[in-house]
């Protein structure tokens, strides 16, 4: 399997929380990059959060402007597991979220610019 598995999605009112995994296998996840992009219904796809390999800037977190203090993206090398937490969110943040792997690329919407994706999981916040 080279396609990474997210998992978590749901429906959750506004204000609440939701955290997001994304579990992959077939390569070597502690070097890449990994990635969670989001498509909300009817729009275009967007980047929203990166994180970086083992042992390269401490690990260091990147996330797009409206998501920054309410999510949290983080990885479990010896699990080869991504994960997105996600508090405060708002109805806005509505969207199939898909998690992203490659070596040297991080920060793009699409999924053609890394060399694995998934499928995604459907975020709905609705009241």
């Known amino acids: 399997q080279l396609q990474p598995v997210e998992s978590g999605g749901g429906v959750v009112q506004p204000g609440g929380s939701l955290n997001l995994s994304c579990t992959a296998s077939g390569f070597t996840f502690s070097r890449n990059f990994m990635t969670w992009i989001r498509q909300p219904p009817g729009k275009g796809r967007e980047w929203v959060a990166s994180i970086y390999p083992e042992g390269r800037d401490n690990t260091a977190t990147r996330y797009t402007y409206s998501v920054k203090g309410r999510f949290t993206i983080s990885r479990d090398n010896a699990k080869n597991t991504l994960h997105l937490q996600m508090k405060d969110l708002k109805p806005e943040d509505t969207a199939v979220y898909l998690c992203?792997?490659?070596?040297?690329?991080?920060?793009?919407?699409?999924?053609?610019?890394?060399?694995?994706w998934g499928q995604g999981t459907q975020v709905t916040v609705s009241s």
């Open positions: 992203a792997a490659d070596p040297g690329q991080f920060g793009s919407a699409e999924p053609g610019d890394y060399d694995y």
